[in-house]
């Protein structure tokens, strides 16, 4: 299972940036795709899961009503949109996939069975 992680940059707060994760569509088809985020001092959390099963969806609160993650079924792609960007919403994101068929009430905490690799989103004036 290979992922790939983009999309990461430099945003003013209150802006946008869509990270991407790309996978082949049978990575996309059986598991489900996570996006985790990491900051400096802090551990891994779990941001959001998309499941292409049932198209359920799960934000961790922090970001509820900002974040979206979605899916292009012609690129392959999982994305996650994230609006009205803070500054503690910097951190390194990545992908992940995990062997679940749909997206847990709980969210997906930090664990993956798979990882992409990280794309650095930093939220600065």
């Known amino acids: 299972v290979q992922l790939q992680a983009s999309g990461g940059g430099l945003v003013q707060p209150g802006g946008s940036l869509r990270l991407s994760c790309a996978a082949s569509?049978?990575?996309?088809?059986?598991?489900?795709i996570g996006w985790y985020r990491q900051a400096p001092g802090k551990e891994r959390e779990g941001v959001s899961c998309?499941?292409?099963?049932?198209?359920?969806?799960h934000y961790v609160n922090s970001v509820k009503g900002r974040f979206t993650t979605s899916r292009d079924n012609a690129k392959n792609e999982v994305y996650l949109q994230m609006n009205s960007l803070k500054p503690e919403d910097t951190a390194v994101y990545y992908c992940?996939?995990?062997?679940?068929?749909?997206?847990?009430?709980?969210?997906?905490?930090?664990?993956?069975?798979?990882w992409g690799q990280g794309t650095l989103v930093t939220v600065s004036s």
């Open positions: 992940g996939a995990v062997r679940f068929r749909t997206c847990p009430r709980y969210g997906l905490g930090p664990q993956a069975d798979y």
């Open positions: 569509r049978t990575t996309l088809d059986t598991y489900v």
């Open positions: 998309f499941s292409s099963s049932d198209g359920s969806t």
